[in-house]
């Protein structure tokens, strides 16, 4: 018995056609039966469903495939396709018959030439990291606060608005110098290099970063290029790379100095936030200020200590040299013949006085004068005590009257009082139109303050 070319069952005779339902199903049987293939194409028509499914057609150029990528799916894939992005997709087919449809259900995808571009790459960063392109040492450190940053990237590439934006939150006064080149595409690795060299060549920049945004693998291609890789490490102009998102690393990273996660990322690591460094050094300044001050302190009393210090020691030199000068010189005079000689004459003369004090008749004469010198000597006394108190209490009593307030009055003078009966001493204690009296040295009179000046 023969079989149907569509497979499962036995020919069919002319009066006895297949439904649409048995082809559909003989046709999906056929798809399914091909297992897990491969296919390489160009994705277009990328639509997404709001269940999270991906839809898109596989094209190349002369035949178009339905392709579509469950949303439990896209999370596994190396790459989730794009727009014009040329992929090689595994999965299988099936026919779906209440559409008509036939279709590719997406279990993997990858950029087409994945393989042997990731092996290049490999390849090529392990001969410039054997070269040393890549080592620590060769890193030079960004300045803290740059005076002007160079960026290469291109004038229409959204992580030059992100970096923007960024920088004039942080540090609006810092001048951008911008060096276009193309970021994707063939031209792009040249214009790199060339718009890396005219900047690190200005001499005119701090810090140099090198900018773009997110992207496909393909389009980041140009970073990873050689002469790229070689530019950046040549620079003079410590360089710094943003470059995609974070998960990307193209192999011009590992030349810079720094490798930023994204444009955003970048220009926080280039630019310090302005207010933040105004405010520690206000604080660093204070601190400085006090320390000095402190220090200042410190050492005047130090000097001033040291100064005395040494003002005691002099002056105690001086005496005990002045002293012993002094001692010298009087046991010098002592030693000399005529002072001994005089001395032992006044020491006779003091004898023969004290021999003729003991005598009755020069005694009694003597007690006489004494007493006679010291009656004159107690009544001249008691006549001076007595006029000095008297010119005293004259003197007192003239004081007592030259303070008397009615004195002052009587001289054409007022005393001013306010409505207790205090006297004012000053303007600041008058108000106008407060009221106050006046005080002669013959009566009082009461008067309205119109107003008050005072002088100073």
């Known amino acids: 018995m023969d079989h149907h070319p569509l497979g499962g069952g036995p020919r069919r005779t002319a009066d006895k056609p297949l439904t649409v339902s048995q082809v559909a199903q003989a046709w999906n049987r056929t798809?399914?039966?091909?297992?897990?293939?491969?296919?390489?194409?160009?994705v277009s028509d990328l639509s997404h469903a709001r269940s999270g499914h991906l839809y898109f057609t596989l094209t190349d150029g002369s035949a178009r495939l339905q392709c579509k990528a469950w949303s439990?799916?896209?999370?596994?894939?190396k790459v989730v396709p794009s727009e014009g992005q040329t992929v090689v997709l595994r999965g299988a087919g099936d026919f779906y018959g209440p559409q008509g449809k036939a279709s590719f259900t997406v279990s993997q995808c990858e950029p087409a030439g994945a393989g042997a571009l990731a092996e290049a790459l490999a390849a090529l960063e392990r001969r410039l990291r054997a070269e040393g392109l890549f080592d620590s040492s060769h890193k030079k450190e960004l300045p803290l606060l740059p005076r002007r940053v160079g960026v290469v990237t291109s004038l229409e590439a959204d992580g030059l608005a992100d970096f923007l934006r960024s920088q004039r939150l942080r540090a609006p006064g810092i001048d951008i110098l911008v060096a276009h080149s193309?970021?994707?595409?063939?031209?792009?690795?040249?214009?790199?290099?060339?718009?890396?060299?005219r900047l690190d060549h200005s001499g005119r920049c701090d810090v140099i970063v090198l900018l773009r945004g997110g992207g496909a693998a393909e389009d980041l291609l140009p970073f990873?290029?050689?002469?790229?890789?070689?530019?950046?490490?040549?620079?003079?102009?410590?360089?710094?790379v943003g470059v995609g998102h974070q998960p990307d690393h193209p192999l011009c990273e590992l030349a810079a100095d720094l490798a930023a996660h994204t444009p955003t990322h970048a220009a926080e690591c280039v630019f310090p936030v302005l207010s933040e460094l105004d405010a520690e050094q206000q604080a660093l300044q204070k601190r400085l200020a006090r320390a000095a001050r402190h220090v200042l302190l410190h050492q005047r009393h130090q000097l001033d200590l040291k100064g005395h210090r040494l003002r005691n020691a002099v002056h105690l030199c001086v005496m005990e040299e002045t002293n012993r000068l002094q001692a010298l010189d009087r046991r010098l005079r002592e030693a000399h013949p005529l002072t001994r000689l005089r001395k032992d004459r006044l020491k006779l003369g003091r004898l023969n006085d004290r021999l003729n004090d003991y005598h009755p008749?020069?005694?009694?004469?003597?007690?006489?004068?004494?007493?006679?010198?010291?009656?004159?000597?107690?009544?001249?006394?008691?006549?001076?005590?007595?006029?000095?108190?008297?010119?005293?209490?004259?003197?007192?009593?003239?004081?007592?009257?030259?303070?008397s307030p009615l004195k002052v009055l009587a001289r054409g003078y007022s005393l001013v009082e306010n409505e207790k009966g205090n006297p004012v001493g000053s303007t600041r204690e008058l108000t106008p139109d407060q009221k106050v009296t006046l005080r002669f040295t013959d009566g009082r009179a009461k008067v309205r303050v119109e107003d008050v000046h005072r002088d100073g």
């Open 31 to 42: 798809l399914r039966g091909l297992g897990s293939v491969s296919i390489v194409g160009e």
């Open 361 to 403: 008749r020069f005694g009694l004469a003597k007690a006489r004068h004494d007493w006679e010198r010291l009656s004159g000597r107690l009544g001249d006394a008691a006549q001076r005590r007595l006029q000095s108190e008297t010119d005293a209490l004259a003197h007192l009593a003239q004081r007592l009257d030259s303070a």
């Open 224 to 240: 990873s290029n050689e002469a790229v890789v070689r530019g950046v490490a040549a620079c003079h102009t410590p360089v710094v």
């Open 72 to 77: 439990s799916t896209l999370p596994r894939l």
């Open 182 to 197: 193309a970021v994707q595409g063939p031209r792009a690795s040249a214009e790199i290099v060339s718009a890396l060299e």
